[in-house]
């Protein structure tokens, strides 16, 4: 674990130059790693004994922790991980509960802000504590199997409040809430501007005004979609730029259409944004050419700022990189490069625990 060492000296690092960075504020942040640089990452499987089991499997611990949160989730349990592994947090909202998948909110009803409350929370949460993060809204709204996905597998339009143009509304509103940094009536002008009715806090009054959070919001979608028909590509999904700070999409060995990887690369909306692999993972068998593929692909590629890998979770977990020892030790190899940084130098390791709760007498 020669890596926990290196740790304790890099943090001490960050902490020192924490000091001397500005404040995060800002509309919208990139959190862009130095040029010629990746961030890596690795999804969270809800403890900080996975996280560090898979910095021993690599040999390198990772700058990021994605975090899968059902829509109206607490983030405290998944801050104090944060904390513990000192990484800086990717916040993906999804709208399915995590255990029974049942839909607890359809875009149409984030849009036209039956939702508000939990966006002032996540707005709240970030900002209150200066943490910078990625959050991403709605990953891959092409795949049929997401509660949220505007088609069906059958590769018919859902309806009922799924189709792209609310899904478009429904991240709008999630980004204009999040990034916060205007007043009341600034926030009710821009959702105005875009169609979409005022602020709707249901648990007391709307705020005067909504801090500024240091997020950058990640847009991320398949690269071909799922299934593959016409009205489920990625551009179908565009919210337009103004609402989108990096651009990512998934590829798993299963289904290694590098044609559509390379095209989404190209894609004209997103063409000046940096891109992220928010999802990446080997599962079924052994693959090592994968990762070998993926990696220099990435590296050729200036604009791949973010690789995180998808380790899965569960008792029956196919993902899980510890099943695939041919493919660890081709990770292992390829990621020593000085230029994938295991470290962000503002991460949550610098923060306080939250407060301790006091028992009601």
């Known amino acids: ?17 924490a000091v001397l960075l500005p404040s995060p504020a800002g509309a919208a942040m990139s959190l862009v790693p130095p040029k010629g640089n990746v961030f890596l990452g690795v999804s969270d499987g809800g403890s900080a004994e996975d996280f560090f089991a898979f910095a021993d499997l690599t040999g390198k611990r990772t700058a990021l922790l994605e ?31 995590d255990q029974s998948l049942e839909e607890l909110i359809t875009p149409r009803q984030i849009a036209l802000g039956r939702g508000d409350d939990y966006l002032l929370q996540i707005n709240h949460f970030f900002a209150a504590r200066g943490l910078p993060a990625y959050i991403r809204p ?53 959702l105005a501007e875009i169609g979409l009715p005022p602020l709707n806090r ?11 959070a240091p997020v950058s919001i990640i847009w991320s979608q398949l690269p071909g979609g799922s299934p593959r028909v016409k009205g489920n590509f ?26 559509d990887l ?27 050419r994968f990762v070998k593929q993926l990696v220099a692909w990435t590296v050729k590629r200036p604009r791949v700022r973010m690789l995180v ?13 510890s099943l695939y020892p041919r493919t660890r030790n081709t990770l292992k190899k390829k990621i020593r ?12 390791g610098l923060l306080p625990p939250l407060p301790a709760k006091t028992k009601k007498k």
Not at 68 to 97: C, K, M
Not at 170 to 181: E, H, L, Q
Not at 202 to 212: E, M, R, W, Y
């Open 67 to 97: 975090t899968f949160h059902p829509w109206g989730n607490s983030l405290n349990a998944a801050y104090e991980r944060w904390r513990e592994t000192a990484v800086r947090p990717i916040l993906h909202i999804a709208t399915s509960d």
């Open 337 to 348: 490069r000085a230029s994938f940084l295991p470290v962000a130098d503002y991460n949550a």
């Open 1 to 17: 674990m020669y890596w926990k060492k290196a740790l304790k000296g890099t943090l001490s690092l960050a902490a020192a130059l």
């Open 138 to 190: 709605l990953g891959e709204g092409n795949r049929c199997l997401n509660a949220w996905a505007a088609i069906g597998c059958d590769g018919k339009r859902r309806g009922h409040g799924h189709n792209t143009p609310w899904y478009k509304q429904a991240f709008r509103r999630i980004v204009t809430i999040v990034r916060g940094g205007q007043t009341l009536e600034g926030i009710n002008a821009t």
């Open 309 to 321: 890998y998808y380790d899965g979770f569960g008792s029956v977990n196919p993902y899980d990189l």
């Open 202 to 212: 249901t648990k007391g009054p709307n705020p005067v005004s909504l801090p500024d």
């Open 262 to 288: 390379n095209h989404f690369m190209k894609g004209r909306f997103w063409r000046r944004k940096p891109v992220a692999m928010t999802e990446y993972a080997v599962s079924g068998e052994d693959e090592p």
């Open 234 to 259: 990625p551009g179908n999904y565009w919210p337009g730029g103004r609402w989108v700070d990096w651009v990512g999409t998934d590829f798993y060995s299963e289904y290694p259409v590098w044609k």
